[in-house]
């Protein structure tokens, strides 16, 4: 008898400290104040010049060349640096013209800047980096993995075991976590990847819950800049058109939940209009 009233009252306590932790925890989210995420850089990842548009909009814009722009994005968080997207290889930055493609359709890129020195000037070290995720496996995208041989790469395995025609895009050694659909960086709520294919078969998306900026949907080539996105237009070279536009939808849903902003990785227009490294977004 004794034994078990004693149980009750363990339970009893265990129940009550539970829920006190639970409505805590529920507080502190509603209040912005538990997000472990403190700010965000916008770096430099590229520059160049589109040859024709309409690769991105079939029958739209055919022959139209634009600006562009490619942009990696550093968050810090109180568990440690996310890297997302690592940009075009830092090595165009030494070539006097650029990296200009086989293909004049295709965009003729140059780098102003490394990636390297914008984090020298962070007093970021590479190996100061815990995750490094990718929104996919195109060469602007993952110029510079190899920068971080030690650090985890977030990936999803769709995109990490595609046969892609460019050929193998990751080393064996590097440690990786493939993931499989949506994912919750540092298990806050705080920095969520959103699986988001169509473009190539694992393509995913950035959400990230600041402070004081607030939510912010970061596209990688979900989208390529604001009048496609407005159009929802689907470019000829993805990997698939249906899912693409589903992939689109469900970014506008999370906006919608989230109130958030969306960051076009892409788009020379929104970036003319962003701070740039080092100055940064809380
Ligand atoms: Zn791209």
Redo the contacts with the bound molecule.
């Keep these: 008898m004794k034994t078990s009233r004693r149980l009750l009252a363990l339970a009893a306590s265990l129940a009550l400290s539970l829920g006190v932790a639970q409505s805590f925890s529920q507080s502190a989210s509603a209040q912005g104040g538990k997000s472990g995420v403190e700010r965000l850089y916008v770096l430099n990842c590229g520059e160049g010049v589109a040859g024709d548009i309409s690769r991105w909009s079939p029958g739209v814009n055919v022959g139209k060349s634009m600006d562009f722009v490619?942009n990696c994005y550093l968050i810090k968080h109180s568990q440690g640096w996310l890297l997302w997207d690592t940009g075009l290889a830092d090595a165009i930055a030494a070539m006097p013209e650029g990296q200009r493609p086989a293909d004049p359709r295709m965009t003729h890129w140059r780098r102003s800047k490394t990636l390297a020195s914008q984090l020298d000037q962070l007093g970021v070290k590479p190996s100061d980096i815990k995750f490094v995720a990718v929104s996919h496996s195109?060469p602007?995208?993952i110029g510079n993995v190899t920068l971080f041989p030690q650090t985890m790469l977030l990936v999803q395995k769709a995109e990490y075991e595609w046969q892609s025609p460019v050929g193998p895009r990751f080393k064996p050694e590097q440690p990786v976590t493939k993931l499989e659909g949506d994912h919750d960086v540092f298990g806050d709520g705080s920095v969520m990847i959103i699986a988001t294919p169509g473009h190539t078969p694992g393509h995913q998306c950035l959400l990230v819950k600041l402070p004081k900026t607030g939510a912010v949907l970061l596209s990688?080539?979900a989208v390529?800049f604001k009048d496609n996105w407005e159009n929802r237009r689907v470019p000829q070279n993805n990997d698939n058109k249906d899912k693409t536009s589903a992939s689109m939808q469900r970014m506008a849903d999370v906006m919608a939940k989230e109130k958030a902003q969306l960051w076009i990785?892409?788009d020379k227009a929104q970036r003319d209009g962003q701070k740039m490294s080092p100055q940064f977004y809380e």
């Design positions: 490619d195109h602007d995208h990688g080539d390529h990785n892409h």
